[in-house]
Structure formats: C-alpha cells, structure tokens
C-alpha cells in the first residue's frame, strides 16, 4: 500500500473547519487505502513562542481531534513529531542542502514574519519549511494530503529530494501534492478572500470544531457576503457566498450545482440558515466525542506512544541510510 503523511500544528486550543475540510477530511479517507503517518507538529509550533503548560494540553487536544475526527490508529500510525528525533536529525541534512535565496522564497515566512517584522522573527519560522521537507521524505511516501497554503513547501520537498538523490545516491521518493480542489482553501467568514487561519482569523471569522455549536451556528448566520442577493458559486465576484457553498457541499455530499437550484430566487438568508443547522449536526458529535477522549488522557498518551514506535522504525531506517550516503561514521 502506497504511504502517506501530512501532519498538523497544535496552535490552538482547536482546529477549524479550513484544517478539517482542507486535510484532515483526507486524512481519514485515504487511510482506508494506503498506509498512513500523521502527526502533530509540536517541533513546527515552536517556530513562535509557546507557552509549555499550553503546548502540552493542546498536543493531547490535538490527538484527541484526530480520533473525534475518523483517523484509526488500528491503520494510521499517530504520533508526535518530538518523539520522532529522525525529524530534526533530517531536517539538519536538509537544511545543508538548501540556498539561503531558496528558503527565502517562501511566502509562508513573509507573511507570517511581516506582522513583528523579519528581526523579531526565529530562524526556526524561517528554516520550517526544511524541516517539513523531512518529516515527509522520512516516510517516503506517495501523497501528502493538504491544503494549498502548502503547496510550495511540497515543492521545495521535491527539489530537495532530487538534490539529495542526484547528489549522493537515489535514497528519497519524490512525493505528490495531495489538494483537493473544492475544499483547497476554505475563507474567513469576516473577510472570504482570505484563508480561514488560526493566526489570522478574527473569532466571527472562523470556525473551530470545538466551539460552543450555537456560536458557529451564529458565525454562518452572520457570515460576510455581497449586496446582491443570487445563491451562485463564483468564488471572484461573490467570494463569501461560494466560501458558504463549498462548506455546505463539502459537509452533505450536495453538490454545488444541486445547491444552486435549491436556493435559486430565496437569497442568502435561507441558506446561512441551513447551513447553520448543517454546520451544528456536524460539529456536535464532534465537540462531544473529542471530550470524551480528553477525560482518558493515559490513554491518549498511549496512542501517540505506540504511533510514534510505528513511526520511528521507518524514519530512522531512512536516516540510517541517509547518514550512510553524506559518509557519517556509524556509532559501533
Ligand atoms: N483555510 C484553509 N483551507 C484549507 N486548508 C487549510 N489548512 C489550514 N488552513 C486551511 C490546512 O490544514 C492543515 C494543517 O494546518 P497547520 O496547522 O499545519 O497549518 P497552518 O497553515 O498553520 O494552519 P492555519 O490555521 O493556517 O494556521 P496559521 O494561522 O498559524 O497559519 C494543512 O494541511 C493546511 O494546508
């Protein structure tokens, strides 16, 4: 069965609904067919000041979430990326590999360092995305399901999979983008020409799966849309009713079309309305199930431990062989 990985920060107290319909949704379907690594990215998270009590708790949330949302560690190894070192270790290899102009492409560090600018930012936000490259080459897998904010670090992980192959000896697989179109990029509810992010979001923009249901039900009712008054998916003229559209479809199975024809001359108010009553059936269960694992968190540990023993057998066979190939002297 072919692998495949992605992983997520444990940035806030929940994800939203941009990290469930852009990748965890996947997450859970493509683990029926392949064989899955997902983590949470506690390294990745670090890249701006944490709290440790804070951290802790919302690693275990994060876990719990992963659970509440459908990924089995029956057939997904789940771990946390600190408990994997074959991660930094990698990443170091990689990061000797990478131009300094290269790594400084990245939009991701400009906007996320354009805010305390770039002298406030850590190096760690800066190299993230090397790092990133190694927790996916680990593994070698064949797909890596997330949304397209990733797409140009999947990038540098291919060209910097083809140095390493070309420079020493074929070692990494190059792996594949694995973005769903219609869920690629789910918008802020306040401002829908931008991502919907934990960091970027004002509170009525966004939609965390652990809200209180009756507050997101109120975030769709007064989600921002235009003057007009046609329920019509056109994500360049009518950005915030498309972004209501796409959630909608992605949550029933409608399709867009389908949609369309059934909100067709009731404008907006009808639809914010039921997809308000979509959006609480959906996070309810949810919110209620992530709860319960949270009250096992021995539990939880376990799982996270199992999947990092899982996880580690497999990275560090590729470190051993990546060590081998840049002439590292094995220990003993
Ligand atoms: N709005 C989004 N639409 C579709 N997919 C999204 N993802 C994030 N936002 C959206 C995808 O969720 C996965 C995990 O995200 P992450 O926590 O690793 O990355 P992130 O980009 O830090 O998440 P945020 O909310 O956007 O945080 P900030 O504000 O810190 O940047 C990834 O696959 C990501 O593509």
């Known amino acids: 069965r072919p692998r495949v990985l992605s992983g997520i920060q444990p940035t806030a107290d929940s ?9 965890l949704r996947q997450w859970v379907e493509l683990q029926e067919e392949h064989q899955p690594f997902f983590f949470i990215a506690d390294q990745h998270a670090i890249t701006v000041e944490q709290d440790p009590k804070v951290l802790r708790q919302r690693t275990l949330r994060a876990a719990a979430q992963l659970l509440a949302a459908g990924v089995d560690p029956q057939r997904s190894a789940i771990f946390v990326q600190s408990q994997v070192p074959a991660h930094a270790q990698l990443g170091w290899v990689l990061q000797c590999l990478t131009g300094f102009g290269e790594a400084r492409r990245m939009t991701q560090f400009k906007d996320k360092s354009a805010k305390g600018g770039e002298g406030a930012a850590s190096v760690g936000l800066f190299t993230y995305p090397i790092l990133q490259a190694a927790d996916i080459l680990l593994y070698r897998p064949a797909y890596v399901p997330v949304g ?3 797409r140009q670090h999947l990038e540098l992980t291919r060209d910097l999979a083809q140095r390493f192959n070309h420079r020493y000896k074929k070692t990494f697989r190059l792996p594949e983008p694995y973005i769903l179109k219609a869920t690629a990029k789910i918008t802020d509810l306040q401002d829908p020409t931008a991502k919907m992010s934990k960091s970027g979001s004002s509170p009525s923009g966004i939609i965390d799966l652990l809200d209180d249901p009756r507050m997101s039900a109120k975030k769709i009712r007064s989600a921002v849309t235009d003057s007009g008054s046609e329920v019509r998916f056109d994500p360049e003229e009518k950005p915030g009713v498309s972004n209501l559209l796409t959630i909608y479809s992605a949550l029933t199975g409608r399709t867009v079309d389908d949609l369309e024809t059934a ?3 009731q404008g907006y108010g009808a639809l914010k309305g039921d997809l308000a009553d979509v959006v609480v ?8 199930r992530t709860l319960e694992l949270l009250e096992d968190q021995d539990q939880l540990a376990k799982v996270l431990a199992e999947g990092a023993a899982t996880a580690g057998a497999v990275a560090e066979a590729t470190l051993r062989d990546v060590y081998d190939r840049v002439g590292f002297v094995p220990a003993g």
């Open 15 to 23: 994800f939203h609904f941009g990290n469930y319909l852009g990748a």
């Open 148 to 150: 397209e904010d990733q």
């Open 281 to 288: 059936e959906f996070v309810t269960p949810f919110r209620d």
């Open 263 to 265: 909100y067709s001359g």
